[in-house]
C-alpha cells in the first residue's frame, strides 16, 4: 500500500522552497497565498534566511508545513495515498495531503499551534532530552520515579525516546538514565517541554482554534500520533489533534501498525530524511523514499 508520512520541527533548512517556487507555478501561487495568510513573507526566511532564522518556532512549523504540502501538491496524479502519518506538527501536512483540511485551514491552525507553543514556553519553561541504548520501558519507569514534570515524549525508534518536562527534572532523569545503562540522555537545543503536560496551555488554546476549523473526511486513514491506529473519523481527528500538544508522539507504534495494515513503501514528503531513517530502524525491511518531482 502506498503511504506518506510528513517531517516534523528539526527538519527545516535555509533555501528549502525555492526550487519549487522557481519550477512550479502552482507552487508559487501557494507560497504567495501563504505570505498573504500570516502576515509576513515567509518566503524571504525560507528561501535566504540562515539557520537561526528558520528556527523561531512561528517561522519553523509553517516552513515546514509549506515545504511538505506544496511538494505534496507539485506530485501531481502520482500522488495517490492509502495511509499517511506526520510526525508531531507533520500531522497537520498529512491531514491538508489526504483531503481532511484545506491548505488555508491547515496553514491558519500550524501558526495558530506555533504561536501557542512559543508562548507555553515563555511561560512554563522546560526541556527535552535525547535517551538512546534503553528499553521504553525503563525510561518510562526512571521518569515516573523523578522528582518534578518529567514524561516520554517522543517513541521515535527502539531505542530511541525523547523526554520532556521541566529543565531541573529533566537534568536529575537524564543522570538516572545514564546509571541505568543509557547510552547517551543529551539535553536538546529546544525552545520548550513539547508534548509534555507543560504544553497545557497551548493545547488549550489550539482546541479552541481547531474545535472552529471545519475537518472533512480524508481520502484515506491517517495513523495518528496520539492513538497510532488509522483513523478517518474527522472528530476523532480533532480530538487527537488536541491532546497531541501534551500526549507522546507514538511514531514507533505508528509505523508498526502501518505494516500490519500493509505499508511496504514509506515516501517521506517535505524536507530532510529523518523519518526514513527512524523507519529503517523500527523495521529494516521496509522501503523508504523521498517524494520525487519531475521537472
Known sequence: MKSYIFPGQGAQFSGMGLDLYEQFPLAQEHFEKANSILGFNITDVMFEGSAEDLKETKVTQPAIFLHSVILAKVL???FQPEMVAGHSLGEFSALVANGAL????????VSQRAQAMQKAC????????????????????VCANTPGIVVAANYNCPGQLVIS???????????TLKEKGARRAL???????FHSPLMEPAREELA???????FSTPNCPIYQNVTASAISDP??????????????VKWTQSVQQMIADGATLFTEVGPGKVLQGLVKKIERSAEVASAQIES
Open 76 to 78: 501531481g496524479e502520482s
Open 102 to 109: 484545506t491548505f488555508e485551514d491547515g496553514l491558519k491552525l
Open 122 to 141: 515563555e511561560l512554563k519553561p522546560g526541556t527535552m532530552a535525547a535517551v538512546l541504548g534503553l528499553d521504553d520501558a525503563i525510561v518510562e519507569e
Open 165 to 175: 518536562g521541566e529543565v531541573e527534572a529533566i537534568n536529575s532523569a537524564c543522570e
Open 187 to 193: 539535553v536538546l537545543p529546544v525552545g520548550g517541554a
Open 208 to 214: 479552541a482554534a481547531i474545535d472552529g476549523t471545519e
Open 235 to 248: 472528530d476523532a481527528i480533532k480530538a487527537n489533534l488536541i491532546s497531541q500538544l501534551t500526549a507522546p
